[in-house]
Nanobody, 123 residues
Framework: QVQLVESGGGIVQPGDSLKLSCAAS????????MAWFRQAPGKERERVAA????????????SVQGRFTISADSAQRSRKRSLYLEMNSLKPEATAVYFC????????????WGQGTQVTVSS
């Protein structure tokens, strides 16, 4: 099992920056990929960015390319891994609950989810 806990959400103004963090504990060594999803009121959950834990390849939603950066690190010989999402030039449409997700090796979908952190972009 893997536990995911997000932090870093808040209320910011358009054009501001914000960095989200996700702490993964349990058995993160078995995770093959991690991602950030978001869900705005009345909309479906969408994947914002993803990263492979081995190799570090990343992928972004078109709407955030060039403004958001996903990164991950893990302490050697540790049962913890961290995931980050640095968000720059935030727009009001970025307002949503942001979720951290992780995928076990061999899984096609993300099978671990955090509780979410609210990001509100408003003037």
């Amino acid at each position: 099992q893997v536990q995911l806990v997000e932090s870093g959400g808040g209320i910011v103004q358009p054009g501001d920056s914000l960095k989200l963090s996700c702490a993964a504990s349990g058995r993160p060594a078995f995770i093959s990929a991690m991602a950030w999803f978001r869900q705005a009121p009345g909309k479906e959950r969408e994947r914002v960015a993803a990263i492979l834990t081995h190799g570090g390849a990343t992928a972004y939603a078109y709407s955030v390319q060039g403004r958001f950066t996903i990164s991950a690190d893990s302490a050697q010989r540790s049962r913890k891994r961290s995931l980050y999402l640095e968000m720059n030039s935030l727009k009001p449409e970025a307002t949503a609950v942001y979720f951290c997700a992780a995928r076990d090796r061999g899984n096609s979908g993300y099978n671990y989810w955090g509780q979410g952190t609210q990001v509100t972009v408003s003037s």
